[in-house]
Structures are given as structure tokens and as C-alpha cells.
């Protein structure tokens, strides 16, 4: 039985740092990108560093029959999954009025329709382990408080949360936890130019920008044994923003 942990989205930033830490904690890791396979298989050189095992799953979470084909392929190769962190995502970030409907797609189809379409080929397998398992999925606080400019991005935010709670429900009796992570202002690439850090910051009671290890802490926690009787749960690390 395998004690692998699946984390979409963890070539660089936030998903790497997961990646490392649960290896860290003795966690073999399932890695995944869309185009950064370069960078992916960087991290999983680090995880193996570590005495870790570690391979390097490439797909679009957007796209339904590419994810359904390649993970139900390496459950069957390598065996089901402790684990599975929904990481991988992205904005298309502007004021309602300008959005197009190619910016609400593909925040929509990436960020949320993503949940579907890994975890549903996964689930099954999961659930005959009859073992304990560990969901956990990285929201936004946009997806708790809304943000100016990110109508797509914090609708497709609180839809995660909404579907990851509902699920926790029909998990609940089978010891499979299924809880979110909300970062909040996070020093990584999508903290670009165009976020307004000094507006931002004036809001955040800790008064600094965190850090993708930081982030990493709370989904290791959640991911452990000690977390087992925390479920259906939004675990917000964003220095008290909200």
C-alpha cells in the first residue's frame, strides 16, 4: 500500500514548497505540471535528495480525458493515493466589464472543473485502501472575501470550497479528511506588478507578505495523522487579512 501524496501544480511556488515539505515529512510525492516539465523534474531531483521517491505526472488539469487517462494509468501502475493536493490554478484578472468570456472559461475550467476532473478518476481507488486519506485544497482568501478585479478568480475560489466541503461530507465515514487552504498575499510568480502590495499590506494585521513554506506548513499539518478529526474546514494563512 502506497503512501503517496499527489500535488497538482507543484513545479515552482506555492505547490512546490508543498511538494518539498510533505517529502520532508516522509510522504513519497506524485508530481505535476502543464508545461513546466524542466522545472518539475528539478523538484523531483530535490525530493530524491531527500530519500523520497518521487515521478512527474504532465497534463492540463482543464482537460477532462487527459486527466481521467493518465491518473487512472498511475493509480493502476503505482497503486492508489494517500493523498491528493489541488494546487494548480491561475487568474485572469481585470474589472467585470472587461472580462471575456475566454478570461471566465479558463479561470473556471482551470480552477474549478480541475477539482472534477483529478479527483474523480482518483476517488474510487482512494476509497477501496479502506485506509485513512487526506484531501486538501488551495483556495484564495479572494475566495472568502471577494476581490476587486478577480470576479472569475474568487467565484472559481468559492466554488472549491463549496464543492470541498460537500465532499467532506460523503468522505467523512471513510476517514478520508477533505479540507481547504486559503492563502492569502504570498510571495510567489503570480504576485506580479499589478497587485497593489502597498494597499494590500495596509490591510494585513501581521504587516508583511508570506511565504510558499508557510502555506506548505498548513497543508502538512492538515495532511497528517494528528489532523485526522479535521474535515469540511477553510484554514486561512494570510496574516489575519481577514
Request: proline share 3%.
Amino acid at each position: 500500500m502506497t503512501e503517496s501524496v499527489l500535488v497538482t501544480g507543484s513545479s515552482r511556488g506555492i505547490g512546490r514548497a508543498i511538494a518539498l515539505r510533505l517529502a520532508q515529512a516522509g510522504h513519497d510525492i506524485v508530481l505535476h505540471c502543464r508545461s513546466g516539465r524542466a522545472e518539475a523534474e528539478a523538484v523531483q531531483v530535490e525530493i530524491e535528495a531527500l530519500g523520497r521517491k518521487a515521478r512527474v505526472l504532465q497534463f492540463d488539469v482543464a482537460d477532462r480525458a487527459t486527466c481521467k487517462e493518465i491518473l487512472e494509468a498511475d493509480v493502476e501502475l503505482h497503486g492508489a493515493y494517500y493523498g491528493v493536493v489541488l494546487n494548480a490554478g491561475l487568474t485572469r484578472d481585470g474589472a467585470f466589464p472587461a472580462l471575456s468570456e475566454d478570461d471566465w472559461d479558463v479561470v473556471m475550467r482551470t480552477n474549478l472543473d480541475g477539482f472534477y476532473n483529478v479527483l474523480h478518476p482518483v476517488m474510487m481507488p482512494m476509497i477501496r485502501r479502506r485506509a485513512a486519506g487526506r484531501i486538501v485544497c488551495i483556495t484564495s482568501v479572494s475566495g472568502l472575501i471577494g476581490n476587486r478585479g478577480q470576479v472569475n478568480y474568487s467565484a472559481s475560489k468559492a466554488g472549491l470550497i463549496g464543492a470541498a466541503k460537500a465532499l467532506a461530507i460523503e468522505l467523512g465515514k471513510r476517514k478520508i479528511t477533505v479540507n481547504c487552504v486559503a492563502p492569502g498575499l504570498i510571495d510567489t510568480a503570480m504576485l506580479d506588478e499589478n497587485v497593489p502590495v502597498d494597499e494590500l499590506m495596509k490591510m494585513i494585521p501581521a504587516q508583511r507578505i508570506g511565504t510558499p513554506e508557510e502555506v506548505a506548513a498548513a497543508v502538512n499539518f492538515l495532511m497528517s495523522a494528528e489532523a485526522g478529526y479535521i474535515t469540511r474546514q477553510v484554514l486561512a494563512v494570510n496574516g489575519g487579512l481577514c
